[in-house]
């Protein structure tokens, strides 16, 4: 039984500790904002923060997270106000399929944490998350009027 | 009370709209059960509009929507019609079982082929249009004054004799009784305020937040979870399995075969079933495709380019006897690969059947399709079948295919009563999918003393994905498809040269790996083959690439218009800044006509920099100019991810790339800045999806050429050592 705090919230989980905290969220807490797309740490759908830090939950044991703070883009709005990253996609229309972009808000809010006026280089040297839509150059103007908001 | 589609059961939400309290407003599309339907007098009501009494619009949108848009651009089309307030649209998915059930109502739900807003633009407008002429008509009864007396502007009409007014949401349940007009008269497109307008897209709230349901986020209670393997050479079969050596495993409830060539393990979580299957003993008999390889593929296609036999596509005077009187000749093969679709949402469908009843839920391209496959697979008349299709994680193409919608009802049939959840791990999709199609292709130009090109030979020798997709389709023994923009003429795709002596063949050559429509289709390779053979013209005739282009364009203006565009666009007539290289393409396919530029700088002989590309479409009516710019920088990115890293190799029968470590995908740095030029000249409806892709690659490709000398004729670059900078 490990205890798992996603959100704010403390879940009592009992599955196979080696589970990937992505499945954890997805079939055992229900959350299904963070996406399957490759399970190798590849694509970054699956995207959350453990502790502040942007993390790949497919690729992150549940025995790992035991005791850490995890937020998913279910716990990125705060008292129902959308986090800027959030409310910057909304405005410049980023998401396509969207199947993508929670993986992609949760990285770039990382981002924006470490380095609040990020340049073109910053970010490309930081994001890598693909997006099959290809909507990077509308996440790129999305990330700049986050920044600036 | 009028008849409504049941489409939130079991607290699926495909769509936003509450049912109940309002009105729903008929029309019948053109088709033959629609025919049938008017015959019969019944006064049936609703299709594409329901109006709330709060004054709430919702907009049935039967096309699938995988991120293109056209969800809010056909909204735009009945809105426009309407003359409702946008601000109160929202829109809900029917289903393929209603579909069938009233004849066929809703039309095609088929998303593909860039078909969405241009095949169904004229009946949903017409929807929209008889809507409000029965809104008005309501008001007019309630007031005892003439329709033609009436005003309407964003869902208020008025009177102004008697200044009243009212809306549509008080009229709303009147006007449901009445009987749509016979005719309606459609808006010109000056008038329009809606189409045309570079609106927001109606479905991003639930993107940004993680609340949208995607079909892999599907649940319901006592749903377990199938994780399923196929045999990894395309034509084998299940020789044996072991299933008692995992059945203590965590969770397993049961091992399924599924067909022949498919066994799922069911489990009461995805990952339990994985974990599972993983350890699960299968032996294949891999049947006759089992030595199969990349270089067996491509000598069988080699020998196609030089075959007697092939199917004539495009013939204009006798190309073969130019070449042989040529002064000069120019010849090149090139070679473009198998790729996998790669939708960032895998395939999967839930599926729960019972003696009486099979039901799916799924994101399909084509939910009538996934309805057919579940009508059959189940065995079960289709009334008591329904599939609930929502938004797709992604599509390109590969969910119009059904194949995990069979899967998913052959386990549910297996353990009836029990919802079951098929997921494709990513390795599955990438191994046992359906591929872009494999051609190779030799051009032969021919030049008189003057550089005068005087014929020109396009040999494609590969696979046809009509013979394996749609059989049906095929005339006599030729696949029309494997012409796209290389047609004598045509809306479509028609080739936008005039060569005097001209012949385009086909040497089908259909290997083992299935091949399906991949966003862009055929366009992608033959422009390519085209575009960048064209340069070579160019080049060996000792001219500028878009002058060459030029003089052979002069009967082709609307093709010829794009590429002005771009050309001014890029500054063509200038020179290139210092260490930039341009390059150009053009291409007409899915009824629009496309161009682009591209500015490159190459270091090191192979690291390339993608500055800028401008791109420019002839689309007609440009419904949602923000959209389309949209669609057009996202075709670059996964028409270069295409070029750069997009391959499927095949060893020993099989796919050897299997997740994104070896099918590489374009990241945000690699980027180019993406210029739109829309230049919609009207009268006519054009595709957006798809047919910008085309031109990204070679317009890319002749710049390479123009800051190295090098041609790259076989692709990805990656095999060339050539990467992005």
Request: net charge neutral.
């Amino acid at each position: 039984m490990a205890a798992l705090s996603v959100n704010g919230t403390t879940h009592q989980v009992n599955v196979d500790p080696d589970t990937p905290l992505l499945w954890v969220l997805r079939e055992t807490i229900g959350l299904t904002g963070t996406k399957y797309g490759c399970g190798i740490a590849q694509c970054g759908a699956c995207t959350v923060h453990v502790d502040g830090i942007a993390m790949r939950s497919c690729s992150v044991p549940l025995s790992a997270v035991d005791g850490r703070k995890i937020t998913t883009i279910e716990g990125l709005a705060q008292n129902g106000v959308l986090h800027k990253v959030q409310q910057a996609w909304l405005e410049n229309d980023v998401p396509q399929c969207g199947y993508c972009q929670c993986g992609m808000i949760m990285a770039v809010a990382a981002l924006l944490k470490d380095k609040p006026k990020p340049t073109d280089a910053d970010i490309d040297a930081n994001i890598s998350n693909i997006c099959r839509c290809g909507t990077f150059q509308q996440v790129r103007t999305a990330i700049h009027a986050a920044a600036s908001a | 009370m009028n008849y409504m589609p049941k489409i939130d059961r079991r607290s699926f939400l495909v769509g936003t709209a509450a049912v109940g309290g309002g009105l729903s407003l008929g029309f019948a599309v053109p088709f033959g059960g629609d025919t049938a339907l008017a015959q019969s007098g019944t006064p049936e009501l609703n299709a594409w509009v329901v109006v709330r009494p709060d004054d709430t619009v919702v907009i049935r949108i039967a096309r699938a929507e995988m991120g293109q848009g056209s969800q809010t651009g056909l909204a735009q089309l009945v809105a426009e019609e309407l003359e409702c307030d946008w601000s109160k649209v929202t829109t809900e998915i029917p289903t393929p079982g209603e579909n069938v059930a009233r004849k066929r109502v809703w039309g095609n739900f088929n998303s593909s082929g860039s078909r969405a807003i241009r095949e169904s633009q004229e009946y949903v407008r017409k929807g929209g249009a008889v809507a409000r002429e029965m809104l008005l008509q309501a008001a007019a009864n309630q007031w005892s004054v003439p329709v033609s007396e009436l005003a309407v502007a964003k869902g208020v009409i008025t009177h102004k004799a008697s200044n009243r007014s009212t809306t549509y949401g008080k009229v709303a349940e009147a006007a449901a009784k009445l009987e749509p007009p016979a005719d309606v008269k459609l808006k010109d497109p000056k008038d329009w305020t809606i189409i045309g307008k570079p609106l927001k897209r109606l479905d991003t709230a639930d993107k940004v937040t993680g609340k949208q349901k995607y079909s892999i986020d599907f649940t319901m209670p006592g749903m377990l979870c199938a994780a399923m393997k196929e045999c990894p050479v395309f034509g084998g079969k299940i020789k044996s399995f072991d299933a008692a050596k995992i059945t203590n495993m965590p969770g397993v409830k049961k091992v399924v075969q599924s067909g022949d060539a498919a066994v799922a393990v069911v489990a009461d979580t995805w990952w339990q079933a994985k974990t599972a299957l993983a350890a699960l003993p299968i032996e294949w008999d891999e049947g006759p495709n089992a030595k199969a390889s990349t270089a067996s593929i491509a000598e069988w296609l080699k020998g196609g380019l030089d075959a007697e036999e092939a199917f004539v596509g495009n013939k204009s005077g006798d190309a073969k006897d130019a070449i042989s009187k040529a002064v000069k000749k120019v010849e090149a093969v090139y070679a473009y690969p198998y790729q996998n679709h790669a939708t960032m949402e895998p395939m999967n469908a839930t599926a729960l059947y019972t003696a009486d009843k099979c039901e799916v839920w799924t994101s399909s391209q084509n939910a009538e399709a996934a309805f057919g496959a579940t009508v059959q697979t189940s065995g079960l008349p289709a009334n008591k079948c329904e599939v609930y299709n929502t938004l797709l994680g992604g599509g390109f193409g590969r969910r119009t295919r059904s194949d995990y919608v069979i899967h998913a009802v052959r386990v549910a049939k297996s353990m009836a009563g029990t919802p079951i959840k098929l997921i494709n791990s990513r390795e599955d999709d990438m191994t046992n999918g359906v591929y872009h199609p494999i051609t190779q292709c030799k051009l032969t130009g021919a030049f008189d003393k003057d550089n005068n090109l005087t014929g020109m030979h396009m040999r494609i020798s590969g696979q046809s994905i009509l013979a394996y997709a749609r059989p049906e389709a095929m005339e006599g023994g030729k696949d029309p498809a494997t012409f796209q923009g290389l047609n004598p003429g045509g809306a479509e795709g028609a080739f936008g040269y005039s060569i005097p002596n001209l012949l385009i063949d086909h040497a089908m050559r259909n290997p083992h790996v299935p091949p399906w429509f991949w966003r862009g289709v055929n366009n992608n390779q033959n422009a390519i083959y085209l575009e960048c053979f064209m340069d070579e013209l160019a080049h060996a005739a000792g001219q500028d690439p878009l002058e060459f282009r030029r003089k052979l364009m002069t009967k082709h203006p609307k093709h010829l218009a794009v590429l002005n565009a771009v050309a001014e666009k890029v500054g063509w007539d200038k020179p290139a800044p210092q260490g930039m290289y341009r390059g150009l393409a053009q291409h007409m396919g899915y009824g629009s006509y496309v161009a682009a530029a591209a500015e490159i700088s190459v270091t090191g002989g192979n690291k390339v920099k993608i500055h800028r590309i401008v791109a420019a479409t002839d689309c007609g009516h440009a419904v949602n100019p923000a959209q389309i710019e949209r669609q057009i920088a996202g075709s670059f990115v996964y028409g270069l991810s295409a070029l750069f890293y997009g391959e499927c190799t095949v060893k020993d029968g099989r796919i050897e790339q299997t997740n994104f470590d070896t099918y590489n995908s374009m990241r945000i740095n690699e980027m180019p800045k993406v210029e739109v030029t829309i230049v919609p000249s009207g009268g006519f409806w054009g595709g957006v999806g798809e047919p910008t892709i085309f031109v990204a690659a070679p317009a890319v490709l002749n710049a390479f050429f123009a800051a190295t000398g090098k041609r790259i004729r076989s692709f990805p670059l990656k095999n060339h050592n050539i990467s992005f900078a």
